[in-house]
């Protein structure tokens, strides 16, 4: 008898009052939990912008299988109360050395095995994006701005700090253009197809 | 002795008011360009006072001041007002953040700072006029909506990590990865907003402490030889 497996749901959304209420990332977010609760996980859940405690969040962390980022991309990035939770979340796992025993180098040698101190192996991180910037802008080296790069590249400042502690990261899910021309029911219909197949579940 | 002094005085503040009379002149002449330096160091009390990246600023500040620049500053930790920050930036002909490596990227005051400044920016369109899509091609020229082109964006950057683990394919952590390619959301929002973003300035492996002085040291080289001054 093997017992549940766990994941976390983390929602980071920032509501901007009569332009950014949320409704969207809420969605996927409850898409994920829905699939999660279908395929008989037990579903952790923070909502960043409602408040946390780290150390609490530290314990999920640990309990957790499968932690998931539902953020929408402010500035390239996540909303700054994400970096928060990250700066307080992330600093509470290292000072406690629950995260992590150190950055992986050895006094032997200071110029190898950079980042292999993580004592979050078997986990896996996957983030779940909402842009404005069209699904065109990505991967073709002849657009200004990104020029060639993936979503996966730019969500790297996030997904780094994962694999820094040992956690495996997954392929993101990305819903584009969410202002004009995406397919927002399109994403969202699809979204636990992706959950299923990156995370290998039958 | 009084009788002395007096002239000796009258004489020095003669000879200073014409100096400074010649500066101005010769500043109004060639438009004096100005620079605005951010430092998003953010105190951990006994763990990371600042003082690495305070030097760092310093350098820039005193060299800038060198190139007769005139010299805005911003203390994200210090707060600062956000229709002051826009201003500031609209004045600048350069801009650059001095910030320590948290957890992969800047301290999240950075990111507050960003998403207010930039968020109020793109309300006034006064960064920007929109994402540079075009109705009749929408899939095309995401990002060139910007209103600052010709100001040059630097990052300036204090990492724990190892010179060694970027650019490099066998490196676990950044799996071939330049330590620009680790920041480029920063940057991003720059060239969003129409900015020439440069290489950035890197000094890595800070508690280790093997080239801190090698690298404060060659910093106004490199701010010289980038901005072509």
Known sequence: MTSAKKVLLINTHLTYPNWSEGLLNDSFNQKAKDFFIEKGFEVLETKVENGYDANEEVEKHIEADIIILQTPINWFGAPWIYKKYVDEVFNSGLQSAKFLSGDGRTRDDLTKQYGTGGKMEGKKFMVCATWNAPKASFGDPSQTLFEGRSTADVLIQITSNYRFCGVEIVQDYNCFDIFKDGDIAGDLKNYPNHLQEAFDID | ?229
Request: contains cysteine.
């Open chain 2, 1 to 229: 002795m009084k009788y002395k002094i007096f002239p000796t005085l009258i004489i020095l503040l003669l000879v200073f008011s014409v100096k400074i009379n010649a500066q101005t002149t010769l500043i109004e002449f060639s438009k004096k360009k100005t620079v605005l330096l951010i430092n998003a160091h953010l105190t951990y009390p006994g763990l990371s006072e600042g003082k690495l990246n305070n030097a760092f600023h310093a350098k820039a500040k005193e060299f800038f001041l060198s190139q007769n620049f005139n010299v805005l500053e911003t203390k994200i930790e210090d707060s600062y007002h956000v229709d002051e920050e826009v201003e500031k930036h609209l004045k600048a002909d350069i801009v650059v953040l001095q910030t320590p490596v948290n957890w992969e990227n800047t301290p999240w005051i950075y990111k507050k700072y960003v998403d207010e400044v930039f968020t109020s920016a793109m309300k006034s369109q006064k960064f920007l006029s929109g994402d540079g899509r075009s109705e009749t091609n929408p899939s095309k020229e995401y990002g060139t909506g910007g209103k600052m082109q010709g100001k040059l964006f630097l990052l300036s950057a204090t990492w724990n990590a190892p010179e060694e683990s970027f650019n490099n394919a066998k490196q676990p952590l950044w799996k071939g990865k330049s330590a620009d390619d680790a920041l480029f959301n920063i940057g991003a929002n720059y060239s969003f907003i129409g900015y020439t973003v440069l290489p950035g300035y890197f000094c890595y492996d800070v508690f280790h402490n093997t080239h801190i002085k090698e690298d404060l040291e060659n910093y106004p080289k490199y701010l010289k030889k980038v901005f072509g001054l």
